[in-house]
């Protein structure tokens, strides 16, 4: 039995079982099951690899993205350049190659859902955690200009006191990076002046339980043009079947 997970601290919101369940089933593998580990730490993945011997790839979400890269044998040249992963390739060896297909699935996304952003689109960026890395990484290659929002002042970027209604004026493009707003919170929503957007504001929320936010339905209430993560979701989690299951 081949076996594959999600680790992260909790996972009641995820759609990643049932995804990847479904995609076993129509490709007939019998022999591939997926499961959900909480874990209290990052620090418990040693003891889950000896307790799972079987395990050949994971799933890496919040808040574990950067606390795992310590723990591993190696991380690929990308992820290195991110500075968090998301998937982990557990070779036959035993070694521990860490990977960001989280870049992958929203630079794509965000392509489809915002075909003309770039240069003269500037975003913003809500979070400064380990999907806010691949984010900027995406953002970066995409040759978008972006600013970071978090909630402790003297930080590298803005912080939400600071996103008035002309600092949103200039960002046409916002990306909630954070899980605000993530079931069962899903009154939540970061704290913005949704009054300032209007219909040529562009909100990708990488969230995608609930499939509408609070973030989302604010912006849409506001005119403008609004996505959930759901897309990247599925395209990252494309790539992450590629690297655990390599051409032979």
């Known amino acids: 039995m081949r076996e594959f997970a999600l680790i992260g601290r909790s996972l009641s919101h995820s759609f990643s079982q049932t995804y990847f369940t479904q995609k076993f089933r129509d490709l007939g593998l019998a022999d591939c099951r997926y ?13 889950l690899l000896r307790a799972n011997p079987g395990l050949r ?6 808040p574990y993205k950067q606390d795992v890269l310590p723990l591993l044998d190696e991380v690929v040249p990308a992820a290195a350049r991110i500075g968090a992963v998301n998937v982990i390739d557990v070779r036959p060896d035993g070694r521990l190659v860490g990977h960001n297909t989280d870049y992958i699935g929203f630079r794509e996304s965000l392509r489809r859902f915002f075909p003309g952003a770039g240069p003269h689109t500037p975003a913003l960026v809500l979070g400064m955690g380990g999907a806010a890395k691949a984010v900027e990484a995406a953002l970066h290659d ?46 939540e929503a970061p704290d913005l002046p949704y009054g300032a957007l209007g219909p ?3 909100l990708y929320d990488l969230v995608y339980n609930p499939s509408e936010t609070a973030f989302m339905a604010r912006g849409r209430a506001a005119g403008a043009q609004v996505k959930n993560g759901y897309e990247m979701l599925c395209l990252q989690a494309e790539a992450a079947w590629d690297i655990w299951n390599p051409p032979a």
């Not at 499961?35 to 003891?47: C, G, I, K, S, Y």
């Not at 790839?57 to 919040?62: R, S």
């Open 35 to 47: 499961n959900l580990h909480e874990l209290p730490t990052a620090a418990e993945l040693p003891a």
């Open 57 to 62: 790839g994971l799933n890496v979400t919040v």
């Open 142 to 187: 995409l040759g978008i200009p972006y600013q970071l929002v978090g909630r402790r002042p003297g930080g590298p970027g803005l912080t939400y006191a600071d996103l008035t209604p002309a600092v949103l004026a200039a960002h046409p493009l916002l990306i909630n990076a954070t899980p605000v707003g993530t079931f069962p919170h899903v009154d």
């Open 200 to 202: 040529g504001h562009y």
